[in-house]
């Protein structure tokens, strides 16, 4: 993708906020439906507040990522373990309170 034709949103602290901001964008230019790239554990939430702002999504999960290579390294606990269960529950808790307040969309 040459450089000149990525448009960078920044500023937005939240994916709530991030999918109001790009929404204008992507009318702007006509990229409806647009490609969502972002963890698997991520996507339902950030899929339905960017369907909620108007913007339709091809959900598009990134690579998980593996902390082990063996079967026993992937079930023993480990440091890596421990943070992915922390960003599945930070994303779960984040879908039920986006949920409670009215911010997602059932995706398509």
Do not use: C
Not at 53 to 78: E, L, N
Not at 95 to 106: D, E, I, Q
């Amino acid at each position: 993708m040459p450089a000149d034709r990525i448009i960078e949103e920044s500023r937005s602290p939240s994916t709530r906020e991030q999918a109001l901001d790009v929404a204008p964008i992507v009318v702007a230019h006509g990229w409806n439906p647009v490609l969502l790239v972002t963890s698997p554990v991520h996507l339902l939430r950030a899929g339905g507040a960017f369907k909620n702002a108007g913007v339709d999504v091809i959900p598009a999960p990134a690579a998980p990522h593996s902390s082990g290579t063996t079967f026993a390294q992937r079930w023993t606990p480990s440091p890596d373990a421990l943070e992915s269960s922390q960003k599945s529950m930070y994303d779960y808790l984040g879908y039920v309170y986006y949920w409670s307040r009215g911010w997602l969309k059932a995706p398509r």
